[in-house]
């Protein structure tokens, strides 16, 4: 993409609606309640261009629930994605007219000496009563008399648009695939565990918003980036920054609701999931339901275990008792955490700081042995050899009266591992002897951290005898 267009305005006019629409899809979490959009929220459209959606600008401490601190960061987005746009899409609202911010807006954007095109949001029928003539005043041409919510001149609007990048940029050019594997991959956690900060060092500037108060992150905000590794390679990644995932039950209002199901959503599209615990509390329940969240998608699972520098911190200052070197230390905390998200066997858990910029390339250099180890191909005869050995030494347990027995099983998918077990009754697989058989082959195969699904098929073999 080489053309930037970057929405703005004051809160609540439209922008994340505007947004959604021109990308064809619900990407910005749409809210009455000013100040929703925080960080820019990027997308490369299939139009040939980025489009970048911004918090509101001119929002004041009061105006909604934005801690002034974070209105602040909100402000330096907004004069980021004005920097590197190529055209700038200024929102105001039709039904309200002229109001004393966007005046102020529009200076603004004139000192920036930017393309701008003005949008008359929220003009849903012909009859809605505006003053078209009072907004040529802005000295931006003609305005755009939209509809976001219903899609009214959007198309008009597209065109214009279009045709602007053209007469700039000229028609994009379709790039040849030169085979580089990009990688995407998420931060989750709970809030305020530092994962806005770790994006922050993979992408090397300050592109998130970071602040101590919980749940600044809304949305899930996606971002590619190259990391130059230690020994020179370029590692090419998609980064999505995710909002931190309460529990359902501690949900306050509809915001919070729709940025958890982002952040799910995200997940469920990604190669590798990096699960960010804090160092200082250790995993909790809420990380272990996330975690969960993870496996329920069969994602392979990085856990980042943040401020290591603060507990390591603790520990020298004596504050945690009964070890005698750092390395017991660690060892100790690792054991914890394979003991309290043991549904994530051998997913690799690596110490950093964000803060320090302490071992981060080893976050990514995990992602991408992660990400290979899941292309393997499984030999039949040795994953059926390696089921019958252990069906022999620990027998499935009986329910109801019957014990679950494995016929013949296959490999038949990677990304994530899949396969296909005839067995004598499906149903009866119970949740521990599933894990038992996840972890053999795991084992047997050097799959650490990979996940695994088992297709069951129910089928009679007639040289079997069923137990009663």
Known sequence: MNFNVAIVGRPNVGKSRLFNRLAGKRISIVHDMPGVTRDVITR??????????????????????????????????????????????????????????????????????KRVMLIVNKVDTETTAINDKEFYRYGFGEPHLVSAEHGRGISTLRKAILKLRDDVAGPPIKEEDDGKKVLKVCFIGRPNVGKSSLSNCLVQSDRFIVSDVPGTTRDSIEMPFVWKSKRGEDWHFMLTDTAGIRKQTKLNSSVEYFSRVRSLDAIRGVDVVFMVIDAKEGPTNQDKAIAGEATKANKPVVIVVNKWDLALEAWEKEEIDGFETEKEFREAFEKGIQRE??????????????????????????????????????????????LYKMAERLP???????????????HTGNYPYRFKIFCNQAKKLDDSYRRFLLKGLVQEFELDGCPMVFDLVNKTNPYVREED
Do not use: C, H, W
């Not at 629930?65 to 746009?85: H, L, M, R, Y």
């Not at 347990?397 to 099983?409: E, L, T």
């Open 44 to 113: 490369d459209l299939d139009d040939g261009y980025t489009l970048m959606d911004t918090g509101g600008m001119g929002l004041l401490e009061g105006m909604s629930d934005t801690p002034g601190k974070i209105v602040n960061a909100v402000e330096g987005q907004i004069d980021f994605s004005i920097d590197a746009a190529d055209l700038v899409l200024f929102v105001v609202d039709g039904r309200e007219g002229l109001m004393a911010l966007d005046k102020q807006m529009a200076e603004r954007l004139r000192r920036s000496e």
């Open 341 to 386: 998200l043991f549904f994530v066997p051998g997913s690799p858990i690596r110490f950093v700081s964000a803060k320090e910029g302490i071992d981060v390339e080893k976050i990514l250099l995990s992602a991408r042995q992660l990400n290979k180890r899941q292309n393997r191909r499984i030999p039949t005869g040795r994953l059926n050899n390696k």
């Open 396 to 410: 499935a347990p009986k329910r109801d009266g019957k014990r679950f027995r494995i016929y013949y099983a296959v």
